[in-house]
């Protein structure tokens, strides 16, 4: 991704608040982007729910679809005085996530937008099925949006893996981090980067038995492997050594560490494709931080074939 010009917006049916619109529009304004606003919705109702309760379903239907299409309206009218151009949509069809790829195939949008709720009490965001296939399965980057107030003046916390350790194409993480400097200058942000030299978990379970793994501690030598492998990769993006960052630990621990640490706003991670039946591949230790972390977050992928 090169620049953002076209940007799809899932909107909320029912909702009062649109955040996933708001950040959509902070990104619209600064890159001169053009907003495509999405409505999914599919409401299956016995008829004793209908008003009036003589309403067919095309009626009901119909009458869901026009209040939609009111809401989208006002928006794209919010776009327009903000100077930004916005197609809008309503789509009355399930599962919502098939709705959403089928759009994304049609238009290719260099973005989709989508709101994510945090609850602090909890420390875990609400995600859907239909979110989790989002995060795997979207082709376009995706932007799950906690906080739309984060996006300017943003740290941009990018994770990547200079070692392959964990069988990341080096491609992507040069695509994450060209991703960071695209935003960090619009959003007038600051890119940092971050590599967790992970250290085993001690004890694994086969069956019902639990097994003490190997103690296999980092040596100086590895973790200087690590520091050199990153600090050569930051310099190939022009990113100082002292926002690029080794952690020694378990991954999902130390980037929610990091994340908290930094005070970071967005947090770039990337998913990779683990072949036809498994499709696209978040991996256990992201799907954990995708969880917890109370910032925005934008997951991106490689290009398939």
Excluded at 37 to 45: I, N
Excluded at 85 to 113: I, K, N, Q, Y
Excluded at 259 to 270: C, R, T, Y
Aim: with cysteine.
């Amino acid at each position: 991704m090169d620049t953002l010009r076209n940007i799809l917006v899932l909107m909320e049916p029912g909702s009062e608040t649109q955040p996933a619109f708001d950040a959509a529009l902070v990104l619209a304004r600064r890159f001169g982007a053009r907003l495509e606003l999405l409505m999914v919705d599919y409401q299956d109702l016995h008829a004793a729910y209908f008003s009036p309760p003589t309403a067919t379903l095309q009626e009901f239907h119909d009458s869901v679809m026009a209040s939609h299409h009111h809401v989208l309206e006002r928006y794209t009218k919010q776009a327009a005085a903000a100077g930004v151009t916005a197609l809008c949509e309503a789509l009355w069809g399930t599962p919502f996530h098939e709705m959403v790829l089928a759009r994304v195939a049609a238009t290719r949008p260099d973005l989709v937008v989508k709101h994510s709720v945090h609850h602090n009490r909890i420390e875990r965001t609400l995600f859907t099925g239909s979110d989790w296939h989002l995060i795997r399965d979207c082709p376009a980057p995706l932007l799950l949006v906690k906080d739309p107030a984060r996006l300017v003046l943003a740290r941009m916390l990018v994770c990547v893996d200079p070692l392959h350790a964990h069988d990341k194409p080096a491609a992507l993480d040069h695509r994450l981090l060209r991703t960071a400097a695209l935003l960090a200058g619009p959003l007038a942000g600051e890119v940092h980067a971050l590599h967790v030299f992970s250290v085993p978990t001690p004890v694994t379970v086969i069956g019902d038995a639990y097994i003490a793994a190997a103690a296999v501690q980092p040596t100086d030598a590895t973790v200087e492997n690590a520091t050199a492998a990153l600090r050569e990769l930051a310099a190939l993006h022009a990113l100082p050594p002292a926002r690029a960052r080794v952690r020694v630990g378990r991954p999902a621990r130390e980037i929610l560490d990091e994340a908290a640490a930094l005070e970071a706003d967005i947090v770039i991670m990337g998913a990779v494709s683990r072949g036809r039946l498994d499709r696209w591949f978040v991996g256990s230790t992201a799907e954990v931080v995708l969880d917890r972390l109370a910032c925005n977050v934008w997951v991106e992928k490689l290009p398939q074939d």
